[in-house]
């Protein structure tokens, strides 16, 4: 689990811009040693920019009317988001079906609990390590040998909570 040195909970936080995160994301491919190709980098600018999860058919749907790589290929586009997320780039909410960009492009692979918003859609990834460690504690002490972890709540944002008070 990669350790960083602030809380993130903030939804835009280091995604706010396509741009500059798919920059930062080029960056830490050079660092690793990878290849951040055009339709990578196509597929990663469209999870950027929708600015809350984004639903693989969406994604396909987006390539197939732009006018970017991939286009008349939809198993490059799943290709794609097997590389991001291999490396750490993008999370897979596993409760929606839908991809969002990592807020620590440049961190190694990470788990992190997620904030689902039922009402907009938005995913707030809630970096907290004690929930995390928590949970590998807890299945450790059970004999259990975690490999992976994916917590989501479900629920109302505080924006959606606050109009549903009203």
Do not use: W
Request: contains cysteine; proline residues 5%; aromatic residues 6%.
């Amino acid at each position: 689990m990669a350790k960083h040195d602030h809380t993130c909970t903030d939804p835009h936080h280091h995604v706010d811009d396509a741009a500059s995160f798919i920059r930062a994301v080029e960056h830490a491919c050079s660092e690793r040693g990878l290849r951040l190709t055009p339709i990578r980098a196509y597929v990663l600018g469209l999870i950027a920019k929708a600015g809350r999860p984004l639903k693989a058919y969406d994604l396909l749907d987006q390539v197939r009317e732009g006018d970017g790589p991939g286009a008349a290929a939809p198993p490059t586009v799943y290709r794609a988001l097997d590389f991001l997320l291999a490396n750490g780039f993008i999370h897979k909410l596993q409760s929606v079906n839908a991809f969002v960009a990592c807020h620590h492009p440049s961190t190694a692979q990470h788990s992190v609990p997620f904030l689902i918003c039922d009402r907009c859609h938005s995913a707030v990834e809630l970096e907290d390590e004690a929930v995390v460690a928590s949970l590998d504690e807890r299945a450790r002490a059970l004999g259990f040998v975690p490999q992976a972890q994916t917590l989501e709540v479900h629920g109302l944002c505080a924006q959606c909570a606050n109009v549903a008070a009203d």
